[in-house]
């Protein structure tokens, strides 16, 4: 398949669908199977993933912090209390919202492209596309097929600014995010804790372990 990528047709009928939002496949199923008669084809990266068993590779993210950590409370949430994509992303927000008041930074040492951006950070995302989790639109200019990723961090003295970006989520705007996005080729990091997530996927580890991600453009296709 690497010799010869074949293109996937995506059709966004999950909860946040966030791939389509970045590519912008939006309308009816119906209308979207109509356009792959004559489909524009886009490129689109994977990040490899060097130490971490049994994930190797990521297509939307990869992190730490705030965000595995609404990953298992979501999972605690009773099935029968989130039955609609609405109720599902509103209670993900409230939920984090929660927790960004009362989440604790850990020291968290990453290079980038061989320059050091250690520091204590609520949360630390490593994205190739433009939002995660509850339509969180972290890394707005993030293109999955330019051959880098998007690094977000969040300092822990951004709290109040990050609490105040998912309280206006929860009221329906969708305030430009101002936080710092680093790009990046290729990776190490090492967090001071023991959960992360790779795409939708938690993962615990024994203890800080460094973990090194590069991007391998343009191995996968979409129809767009």
């Known amino acids: 398949m690497l010799e010869k990528p ?14 389509a939002k970045t590519l912008g496949i939006s309308g009816h199923a119906e209308t979207i199977v109509k356009s792959w008669v004559n489909p524009k084809v886009l490129p689109f990266d994977v990040a490899k993933i060097d130490g971490i068993k049994g994930a190797s590779f990521f297509l939307e993210g990869f992190g730490y912090g705030l965000f595995p950590k609404l990953i298992r409370e979501m999972e605690k949430q009773e099935e029968h209390k989130i039955n609609t994509r609405e109720k599902s992303l509103r209670t993900a927000l409230d939920v984090l919202h929660d927790l960004v008041n009362t989440y604790e930074a850990k020291k968290c040492r990453i290079m980038i492209d061989d320059v050091d951006y250690s ?6 995302e490593i994205m190739n596309i433009q939002s995660i989790g509850p339509n969180l639109n972290l890394a707005p200019m993030a293109h999955p097929g330019d051959g880098e990723l998007e690094v977000v961090l969040i300092h822990e003295s951004e709290r109040a600014a990050f609490a105040s970006y ?3 989520k ?4 969708e305030t430009p995010s ?5 790009k990046a080729k290729k990776l190490q990091i090492m967090w001071g804790g023991n959960h992360l997530h790779v795409d939708d996927r938690n993962y615990e580890l024994k203890g800080p372990k460094e973990i090194t991600i590069e991007v391998r453009p343009g191995l996968l296709q979409f129809y767009i």
């Not at 929860?170 to 705007?173: A, L, P, Q, V």
């Open 119 to 124: 520091g204590r950070f609520l949360l630390v």
């Open 178 to 182: 101002s936080f710092n996005i680093l």
């Open 166 to 168: 998912v309280m206006g």
């Open 6 to 19: 074949l293109p996937l047709a995506l059709l966004p009928l999950g909860t946040a669908n966030n791939i």
């Open 170 to 173: 929860i009221k329906g705007s």
